[in-house]
């Protein structure tokens, strides 16, 4: 199965194949194979951006699936949420469980590519995004564009799955990865999720032979983001990243050029929305 991609188109599509049969049982099969640690690292990442914008208003949360972030957002502070995926089925699912969580008056879920999101620049306040790098051909581009739609000074934050980096934890997660996840998740999830398990560690592994976490930092440096900080999680399995865009005379200008072209509102009004969401 390939781990990577030539072109965007190419690799949309094969997120969007990978995840459509997913959504029904994504949620739970993600806490049942991750020993319980995806929602702790999806804690760990959204207290790193409040601890950079505590007052934010205006949250994007980028690749977000049946919005499990986004949810979390609202459980933490008053603020309003754009969830961003490409995968219509897990936006669907996601629409459900915000109903569920009466939270339709603090969330909002749009079909959206991360490589060229739909807002203008400076709409958001400040942005998560969840196991998205691997999915994507140019890391580099996508920080970037996602730092474009931050306002300066506003946190961003991420959360991925790693590699552990010492042996003893390394030969135990290849172990899992390549073997018990494959079998574990045809056994609870069937055929969708088997193929997920073949996927996921190699899929890992890949990215970082490419892109190391010192190179994603520099990345993201690059990207107009500063403070930059890592926590690895969960003996080198998971790792949250954040940081804060960069406050300059070129972003200040911006920020006025865009308040005035357009509100965050307006884009969001415009926004796509999933079909049946």
């Known amino acids: 199965m ?8 190419q690799a949309n599509a094969f997120t969007r194949g990978l995840f459509d049969g997913l959504p029904e049982k994504y949620d739970l099969l993600a806490e049942v194979l991750s020993f319980g640690q995806n929602r702790r690292w999806r804690h760990a990442m959204v207290d790193a951006a409040l601890r950079l914008s505590p007052d934010a208003h205006r949250v994007l949360d980028v690749a977000t699936g049946t919005a499990g972030v986004a949810l979390a957002w609202t459980r933490r502070t008053p603020a309003d949420v754009v969830g961003v995926d490409l995968t219509e089925e897990m936006l669907r699912v996601g629409q459900a469980r915000v109903a569920s969580h009466h939270a339709e008056g603090q969330i ?6 991360a490589e060229q999101l739909p807002f203008p620049d400076a709409s958001f306040d400040a942005l ?6 691997r999915y994507v051909t140019d890391p580099a581009a996508t920080l970037r564009e996602l730092a474009r739609v931050v306002r300066p000074g506003g946190a961003i934050a991420s959360l ?3 590699v552990p980096s010492k042996p003893i ?6 172990g899992y990865t390549r073997a018990v996840l494959p079998a574990a998740g045809f056994a609870t999830g069937g055929r969708e999720w088997a193929q997920v398990g073949r996927f996921l560690g190699p899929s890992i592994s890949e990215h970082y032979r490419r892109h190391p976490v010192e190179e994603t930092v520099a990345q993201w440096r690059e990207a107009g983001i500063e403070d930059v900080g890592v926590r690895t999680m969960s ?5 949250v990243m954040w940081g804060r865009k960069r406050r300059d005379a070129a972003d200040a200008q911006d920020t006025l050029e865009s308040a005035g072209a357009a509100s965050a509102a307006d884009a969001l009004a415009a926004a796509p929305e999933p079909n049946g969401a």
């Open 2 to 9: 390939r781990t990577h991609w030539d072109t965007d188109a």
């Open 108 to 113: 909002r879920l749009v079909a959206g590519r």
């Open 128 to 133: 998560t995004f969840t196991y998205l790098l």
């Open 160 to 162: 991925e799955f790693a």
């Open 169 to 174: 934890w390394h030969t135990a997660w290849r």
């Open 235 to 239: 003996l080198g399995g998971g790792v």
